[in-house]
């Protein structure tokens, strides 16, 4: 059994060395739990299936859930505690620091150098996700369409997660009505 303050120190070590939050913090995130065993890749693919679909901060749900997975409530307060304490601490240090110096030309430098990094860090668990949940044409096809919409043409993803949600019961009934059918004959 895996103990609490290795589940906080693991936690407090990925929220203090990832910038950008969310999405930047899976990649090591998940270096971090399926190297040490705590669950199968495909298990955290399903993690963050869940994350995403609860509501609030993505790296905070991926930790309440990890937690509860290997401890119990007890175990997801523990790692969201370690999730969040460094970057709260770090945030309020630079808060009272760089306070007087947001507009210093070398600041400004620095955050926009940072950028490039943080969306490179975005964009390769996107695409690894995109790899493993892909497995047939058309659900490459209902990926890019949804990047399109979202990305080029404004729409909202709950627009689109209705409609997917909708059209995805509907071939389900179908299916199944079809199936009964089949059998009935």
Excluded: H
């Amino acid at each position: 059994m895996v103990s609490y303050l290795k589940i906080f120190s693991i936690f407090a070590k990925i929220g203090a060395f990832t910038i950008g939050g969310g999405y930047a913090m899976l990649p090591i995130i998940k270096t971090e739990i399926v190297k040490r065993g705590w669950m199968e890749e495909e298990d955290f693919t399903d993690i963050i299936a869940l994350a995403q679909a609860a509501p609030g901060l993505l790296a905070v749900n991926i930790s309440i859930f990890t937690g509860y997975r290997l401890r119990g409530v007890k175990g997801s307060i523990v790692a969201t505690l370690g999730s969040i304490l460094p970057s709260f601490l770090i945030i309020l240090a630079i808060a009272a620091i760089f306070s007087g110096y947001r507009d210093n030309p070398t600041i400004i430098r620095i955050f926009k150098g940072i950028r490039p990094v943080v969306v490179a860090l975005i964009a390769v668990p996107m695409i690894d996700m995109a790899k493993k949940g892909n497995k047939t044409w058309w659900t490459w096809v209902l990926s890019a369409a949804a990047l399109i919409c979202v990305a080029f043409m404004g729409i909202s993803p709950i627009y689109i997660l209705i409609t997917v949600i909708i059209v995805g019961a509907a071939i389900a009934l179908w299916r199944e009505k079809s199936n009964k059918e089949g059998r009935a004959e």
